[in-house]
């Protein structure tokens, strides 16, 4: 039971989603008991899940899963999978594992566009949960992207299945996807998002620095689905969504 439960904190429905850079069992263990109710999702970062063993792997999927969360491997081995034409097996693989989400992305290579939605209906008849992902990893390939565009593409994957889009903001949040070189919102840029006809509960932001799920809560509200939050924010985050922080402090509804 929550603590303080005389009080009427407000309640939201958003989307969190972690980053796993490799952490052991024992670290996901103990962290998931202080807050695991709080995510939803735990991204296995880029292609960390490559670089542990088999056995630590279904030790934390197992884990993940027993506190209610969703883990999933990372866009870039997927990517690899992809380049070496072992996407099915991949997809085989993961299912094996235990995942039960997949991230379909093109962030470190060149993907046909078309290839991408097969790929995104393919894990879909897997069963997974998927989510896609727009934008690149490169700053300067990122900014040859015009945000019409990028709307245009998310659209198309919504429609080929993905269950959620998720806009690149990659770990440090700065000079990439909707973020200038200090971390701050391109509002040019979100206005074209918030004009356009798009399923909000479909998009998760990449959000990892406060500033950033400070603007998207007091823009979309506290049920905005954030992601790529490090796992030392997940408490200050929930504070920030229901107004228990002095920066939402009173522009929480209840």
């Known amino acids: 039971m929550q603590s303080f439960s005389f009080l009427k904190i ?3 429905n958003g989307l969190t989603m972690i980053i796993d850079k490799g952490q052991s ?9 202080v807050f695991g109710s709080y995510i939803t999702c735990a991204k296995f970062g880029w292609g960390t899940s490559a670089v542990q063993s088999e056995e630590i792997l279904k030790e934390k999927i197992e884990i993940y899963k027993k506190y209610g969360v969703k883990p999933y491997p990372g866009g870039t081995l997927f990517e690899y999978a992809l380049k070496d034409g072992k996407f099915l097996e991949f997809l085989d693989y993961c299912k094996n594992l235990g995942f039960e989400c997949i991230e379909i992305s093109d962030g470190s290579m060149e993907i046909d566009f078309d290839l991408k939605c097969e790929c995104i209906k393919k894990a879909k008849e897997y069963g997974f949960t998927v989510l896609s992902e727009i934008g690149k990893k490169s700053i300067e390939e990122d900014a040859k992207i015009p945000i019409s565009k990028k709307i245009a593409d998310l659209k198309l994957e919504i429609e080929a299945g993905s269950d959620f889009v998720i806009l690149e903001g990659r770990e440090g949040g700065k000079s990439i996807g909707l973020y200038d070189e200090k971390g701050n919102l391109k509002q040019d840029d ?11 509960k479909k998009l998760i ?9 400070v603007e998207f809560i007091e823009r979309f509200g506290n049920s905005v689905n954030l992601g790529n939050i490090a796992f030392d924010e997940v408490i200050s985050l929930e504070t920030l969504r229901t107004g228990l922080r002095g920066d939402t402090f009173g522009k929480i509804l209840k």
């Open 10 to 12: 407000p309640v939201h």
């Open 25 to 33: 069992p024992e670290y996901v263990e103990h962290s998931m008991k």
């Open 190 to 200: 979100l206005e074209q998002i918030v004009n356009s006809d798009i399923d909000f």
């Open 205 to 213: 932001f990449e959000a990892p620095l406060k500033n950033q799920q």
